[in-house]
């Protein structure tokens, strides 16, 4: 019999709609991140960093480039003949087969996937965030305090707090109650979608709201076990944590691995983030290039100017074009002469000669301004940008797009342009 004493449980089946034309072909966990690496490898890394080699990664939502990047989980060490990294998307059953409808459905769905590990507890994450922690130490703090359910928490502004879920604790860190995204915050400690479970206390919680539409354990499982009077404690958290599930908060995260003095530092020795390394030839510098403050993915091939920007692998920056505070990911080409400003480029896009990004006013995306916003141009992938167009602030292209897609050869800020056109259609 395999028995573990912890295994994980991680959830990324996520489609990550307020990332736009990001996830329109991908998982939001499998988004490119920092050059190299994709989301999901910071909570994996950190499953192996804290001691957890048992993973069950629950996908759904686009999921052949999440299972592509994680294969046997042999860059995590998680090829494992007992426990290791398994991919749980959801499957037929001989009655009531669905989707995962919630974060807590999707575990109730594999209630026999962890059984057959015996574990005594279950640390429930989400695959769409940015941070390093020893979940080693929620543990013991879990058992210390005899809980049966441990939430990470940790304190955001009293102005930002309506958007988490928010814990109101005692002294001893147990907490009183629970408020999901209140209006009127009666704390500023906000949950992290972090929690450790006992075992029992998880499968009886499953087991009672299977019921339930939708089940989530910030909704239903957590207020449950709250009301059965079970002992739910707050483990605090103050180290560097990002939710990237905007398009704002994920440009800004990356951003920030470019500071001075980064605040999350992807070169520490002793918690190293792994991630699925291709075989690629070393970055090529012409003697013309200019390269300051940035990060360089393997592969890639810099003859113009690059300043303050993440350059994934593989990209190829032509002669006389010039990258400012932007995103480039892997396999991407930016054109001779071409000038781009506070641009997030996805995968394997052309972008022509000459083009101007990040131009003109910053005025409201008029599709979704709330998803198109904070002043970026952002590019799906597989996209084609023909030659000699200027794109506005706040602006979002998908598709092989031509010269008479762009007005007078101009996509002013705050559109939206999405061609359904194929490379072939154009000839």
Known sequence: MIKKEMIAMLLAGGQGSRLGVLTSKVAKPAVAFGGKYRIIDFPLSNCINSGVDTVGVLTQYQPLRLNTHIGIGIPWDLDRNEGGVTVLPPYEKVEKTQWYTGTANAIYQNL?????????????????????????????FHKAHGADVSIAVMPVPESEASRFGIVVTNEDGRILEFQEKPEHPKSNLASMGIYIFTWKALKDALLALSEQSGCDFGKHVIPYCHEKGETLVAYEFNGYWKDVGTLGSYWEANMELIDIIPEFNLYEEFWKIYTKND??????????????R?????????????????????????????????????????????NLYKAVVAENVTVGERVKMGVGEEVPNRKKPSVYAYGLTVVGEDSVIPPDVSIGKNTAITGYTIWEDYPGGWLASGETLESQRKAGDAL
Not at 115 to 135: N, Q, T
Request: hydrophobic content about 40%; charged content about 20%.
């Open 112 to 140: 026999t996937y962890m059984e057959s590990f015996h574990p005594d507890y279950v640390l429930i994450l989400s695959g769409d965030h940015i941070y390093k922690m020893d979940y080693e130490v929620m543990l013991n």
């Open 294 to 338: 940035c990060l360089v993915g393997d592969g890639s091939e810099i003859y113009g100017k690059v300043y303050n920007s993440i350059i994934g692998c593989g990209v190829v920056i032509e002669e006389g074009a010039e990258v400012r505070d932007s995103i480039i990911m892997q396999n991407t080409v930016i054109g001779a002469g071409s």
């Open 279 to 292: 075989i690629l030839p070393p970055q090529y510098a012409s003697a013309d290039s200019v390269i300051e």
